[in-house]
């Protein structure tokens, strides 16, 4: 026979309930995507794998490495390809093409599924990290990469224009 008492309030099994989990402190995976747009989905990628190593998820911050190497060498290419062959309006917007192209596929690939997983382990309710330095650094490293390729486009110049 059952000894409980089907009118007495519930009780809560204290040893079954989980243990509450610390929340990190994340960048929201949303606007990392969206500032991608300006700066590149190198700047995404690196940021969502920073949320991912927070999130204590190693394997997901390994692939989101790998995007971000993956682009950055894609960015190096296309800068070389834009140095070494002539300029034409063909290559302009085939470059044109696989950046977006680059952009929407990490985004649908990598930074999406990294928006619905925050929203649906923590939903609103997590500690953001501030932008200032993330946004800082990404428009240092432009301004960097935009030298870099000056001052090489200039020695290729020059290199060529003596031989």
Do not use: C
């Not at 062959?85 to 990490?106: H, V, Y």
Request: no cysteine; charged share 15%; proline share 7%.
């Amino acid at each position: 026979m059952d000894d409980r008492n089907p009118y007495a309030p519930p009780k809560a099994d204290l040893e079954r309930m989980a243990v509450p989990v610390a929340v990190p402190a994340l960048w929201n995976p949303g606007a990392a995507a969206s500032w991608s747009l300006l700066f590149s989905p190198l700047f995404g990628a690196i940021l969502h794998m920073k949320n991912w190593q927070a999130m204590g998820e190693t394997q997901k911050a390994a692939s989101a490495r790998a995007w971000a190497i993956g682009i950055g060498v894609f960015f190096i290419l296309l800068a070389i390809v834009s140095v070494v062959l002539p300029e034409s309006k063909a290559i302009d917007s085939l470059s044109r093409f696989l950046g977006l192209g680059l952009l929407l596929t990490w985004y649908f690939a990598s930074g999406k599924p990294q928006q619905a997983h925050v929203r649906a382990k923590f939903g609103e309710n997590y500690p953001r990290r501030g932008w200032s330095k993330p946004l800082l650094l990404a428009l240092l490293a432009l301004i960097g990469y935009f030298l870099i390729a000056f001052v090489v486009v200039l020695v290729y110049g020059l290199l060529v224009g003596e031989a």
